[in-house]
């Protein structure tokens, strides 16, 4: 009998230790989902945001197989500004900068189009021609690009025990 009120003393004192818990600020969830965001951790980016929403994908199919994404992100930087959280929502101000993505898209689409036209791409396989365009784009990205800075708002919403951030075309263009 009394391992039996000893075990469920010990239930009820977890239970309660879990339920006491503090709540997460929106500012370092923010700063964990921007931290996930930047080492491309898939895993942890699904805690915070919808991941396809922010690609604008439903599926994966665009991704190049053989290209490491993180490179894209390599210089990727942020400074949260400010956040002002209240019972359920947040919007905080953060400063974004990474490599112009216009620049590099604009050199990619241009050897891409260079690439299609070559004799020697019609006959090689839907993955060999994913790995030559993953090798272009890995060539690309060992050139200097001009930085791009800016300055986003970010809304996110308290639910079910964890802040989500609500990722909108602002957010995903950032």
Known sequence: MKKCCLLWGMIFLCLLLVACQP????????????????A?????????????MLTGEEDSSFLLSGF??????????YEILDCT?????????????????????????????????EDSAKDRSEAERQADLAEILNELLQQEYPMQQ???CVDLTYEKG???????????DA
């Open 23 to 38: 709540r997460p600020s929106a500012e370092e969830t923010l700063r964990q989902a921007l931290e996930a965001l930047k």
């Open 85 to 117: 959280e209240s019972e359920d929502t947040a919007r905080a101000r953060v400063s974004v900068c990474n490599i112009d993505m216009s620049a590099l898209l604009s050199d990619f689409l241009q050897r891409y189009m260079q690439y299609s036209v």
């Open 162 to 172: 964890t802040w989500q951030i609500v990722v909108d075309d602002t957010f995903a």
């Open 68 to 77: 490491d994404y993180t490179q894209l992100l390599k210089n990727f930087s």
């Open 150 to 152: 800016s300055e986003v």
């Open 40 to 52: 491309q951790d898939q895993q942890k980016m699904a805690q915070y945001f919808d991941v396809d």
